[in-house]
């Protein structure tokens, strides 16, 4: 097996509580991020699911070295990045870039679009062939944007053109690595499509990887290779795309799934709700045991007691529950052909039929993400 | 609406592009502000006349030291004619007991009070940028003890602290070398405004990096491998600009009324030197009998803070890319 590009061992990311008032002490820690183990090859999309406040635009954070983890390993294209001071980390900057959420507040408002995708090669003192003028341009061209563009404020550009303005500047450095987070969740559904398929078509392009942190169920299976269950700062599930979505053995996962709106309503009538009771607990004081316990239909005794590990039960599938869920509970209504199910990603790194499912994918199989022209 | 225009993805048609500067662009939006335009016009003419206040005076032929006592009255020193001695020789009339030209006490009052509120707003601008910026980007305990340290002087009656310190301080700036009277009291003045002045924008400025300091475009600097010096001077100063700048355009009228108060309880600039707030101060005695020796100088005053305002709005909407372009 090749190393993968991303390592990522027992990550935790906890941060301080502190008291008000003068001295400040720490009363807790919120463990936003509490070991999480997931690795990401080259040219594969790993998606990062799960609900508000589960930690995983932390975890994005931390393998970014945004944030500087508590505990556990990042080990990026072979090099431990952990402990990497913020100097050290100046070169490896270049292997890992981010896509945010948020357009309206990535970009600096006083920055023109031609200034905010060059600030990488200024920053990393690179001298594209050509000049840094005519490289934005391309990079511009590239993801979408009117190069004339280049002396415009963003404030000019609709959130979708933002977005690709970040992209812009996110690649400029080649890197091998994008993490996204949550990038198309503040924008329309229509131009979440013209995204994807734009992230997709650069993955293609450049052999990218993605770590795409998002809580839109049917954006993650569009996208994503594999796909790591989040919950409360741990990952409850990895398993690839369609076997996450087809036989999930996570009773979180079957909860999440049941919750995907599904535009058919004879179907949708038809399939199982599992509604989780209550709120999700406190990172500050998680739940005993299993973290998902306090609101699992399936927990027994031991889940209040002995924290899971997580465990391969086949091959790629890694599951960290006592007591999983094997049958379908008729959760995921996976029956008849869904092409954007049945079909790899049409740049599987791996898959022995990606020119064939390419074809399919190129004449528009996705029906809901008409590419643009 | 929200359409992306796509375009073709062709490398290499990339055709050349007629790009205008932020100053360009700046200059050619505030060219289009009537109000802030006129304004600079006005602050120009004013700033003119401080400077060439010398020249301006030869050539009406009135000085602001000499005594006219052909102007006044013998019993009790009354200018002579109507709106307390308005003529061609004096245009805006004479000081009541001594004849001297307020025309010309006006210009070089206006010079004195230029340069205190211009060097104490520079000061006062600076220190409160660079020390707002140290207080929101550090956090913690260099925030907390700046921030203690600036309650502290804001917490101290300004007037009081003035009156107080006026002597002591004034002589310490006399014996570092400066020379004594005027110019110990000009440094001191000075001193004193930017001291107390700097917290204000300081927290003004804390406030608003603390804002920007956890916007995501920050966080993509970082993600680059841009440096703390970079990410402050590039990413979060231009952003700065429009609080500075309004806060320096209502700061400089405001320390220009301060010098005119301090003047007036005498602590600010020594008679026979004119400033504004000498000459209000004077005025104040003769309102009933002549309204126009308060209401010259008053209305200079209120002039210049309206016109320092308007300037000061109007590069700040200049400076900001949100505005309309055409």
């Known amino acids: ?373 | 609406m929200a359409v992306d225009l796509a375009v073709p993805s062709k490398p290499g048609a990339t055709p050349e592009v007629a790009g205008r500067s932020l100053r360009q662009l700046a200059w050619a939006r505030f060219r289009r502000d009537k109000a802030a335009m006129t304004s600079l016009g006005v602050l120009i003419f004013i700033f003119l006349v401080a400077i060439f206040a010398p020249l301006i005076c030869s050539w009406f032929g009135v000085d602001p030291y000499t005594f006219n006592s052909s102007v006044i009255s013998d019993d009790g020193g009354k200018p002579i004619g109507a709106w307390g001695g308005i003529s061609w020789q004096h245009p805006f009339g004479v000081e009541w007991g001594t004849g001297r030209d307020i025309f010309a006490r006006l210009l070089y009052g206006l010079r004195i009070s230029l340069a205190i509120s211009i060097i104490a707003t520079t000061i006062t601008v600076v220190l409160g940028t660079f020390f707002g910026i140290v207080s929101g980007f550090a956090g913690g305990k260099t925030d907390a003890v700046l921030g203690r340290f600036m309650d502290l002087i804001l917490a101290f009656p300004f007037l009081l602290i003035v009156l107080a310190l006026s002597g002591a301080l004034t002589q310490r700036i006399t014996s570092l070398g400066v020379p004594e009277g005027n110019a110990s009291r000009l440094v001191y003045l000075i001193l004193i405004f930017s001291l107390f002045g700097w917290p204000y924008l300081a927290r003004i400025i804390r406030g608003q990096v603390l804002s920007l300091r956890e916007r995501e475009f920050v966080e993509s600097a970082t993600a680059m491998g841009a440096s703390g010096r970079r990410i402050l001077f590039k990413e979060i100063l231009p952003n700065l600009w429009a609080p500075i700048l309004v806060y320096a355009s209502l700061t400089l009228p405001t320390y220009i009324g301060a010098e005119a108060a301090l003047s007036f309880l005498g602590v600010g600039i020594l008679p026979p030197e004119p400033s504004f707030g000498a000459i209000l101060a004077d005025s104040v005695n003769y309102f009933k009998l002549v309204p126009s020796y308060l209401f010259i100088p008053g209305g200079i005053l209120a002039i210049l803070v309206v016109t320092f305002n308007l300037v000061g709005d109007g590069v700040r909407d200049a400076l900001d890319p949100r505005a309309a372009r055409s």
């Open chain 1, 1 to 373: 097996m090749t190393t993968p590009l991303l390592q990522v061992e027992d990550l935790k990311m906890h941060f301080p509580v502190k008291s008000r008032g003068l001295f400040r002490r720490v009363v807790g820690q919120v463990r936003a991020v509490d070991g999480i183990t997931l690795h990401i090859n080259s040219g594969e999309t790993l998606g990062l699911v799960g609900e508000s406040g589960c930690g995983k635009s932390t975890a994005g954070r931390s393998i970014m070295r945004l944030l500087s983890p508590t505990g556990g390993k990042v080990i990026l294209d072979g090099v431990d990045i952990t402990n990497l001071s913020r100097r050290e980390m100046v070169p490896h900057r270049r292997t890992a870039q981010m896509i945010f959420q948020d357009p309206y507040s990535a970009l600096n408002p006083r920055h023109t679009v031609g200034s905010i995708i060059g600030a990488p090669f200024i920053v990393q003192k690179v001298k594209p062939v050509g000049g840094v003028r005519k490289e934005v341009q391309e990079l511009m061209a590239r993801v979408g944007l009117n190069p004339e563009h280049y002396n415009r404020y963003p404030n000019e550009f609709s959130g979708g053109q933002r977005q690709r303005i970040g992209i812009a500047r996110a690649l400029a450095l080649k890197p091998k690595l994008i993490v996204c987070d949550e990038p198309v969740s503040a924008l329309d559904v229509s131009i979440q499509a013209q995204v994807i398929n734009l992230l997709q078509d650069l993955q293609q392009d450049f052999g990218l990887a993605y770590l795409f942190v998002a809580h839109d169920l049917s954006v993650v299976r569009q996208i994503s290779h594999r796909i790591s269950v989040m919950y409360l700062g741990h990952i409850m599930e990895t398993a690839s795309r369609d076997v996450l979505y087809s036989a999930p053995q996570h009773p979180y996962t079957h909860a999440l799934m049941s919750a995907v709106p599904v535009p058919n309503p004879q179907l949708a009538g038809k399939r199982e709700r599992i509604m989780l009771q209550g709120d999700l607990p406190s990172p500050i004081n998680p739940p005993k045991g299993c973290v998902f316990n306090t609101r699992c239909f399936a927990a027994q005794e031991r889940c209040r007691v002995e924290v899971p590990e997580l465990i391969e039960v086949t091959p790629g599938h890694q599951v960290a529950c006592h007591f999983p869920i094997t049958e379908s509970l008729g959760t995921t209504l996976i029956t008849g052909p869904d092409p954007g199910l049945t079909e790899q990603p049409d740049n599987a790194p791996d898959s022995p039929n990606a020119a064939a499912t390419n074809a399919v994918f190129e004449a528009g199989a996705e029906p809901w993400a008409q590419r643009q022209s």
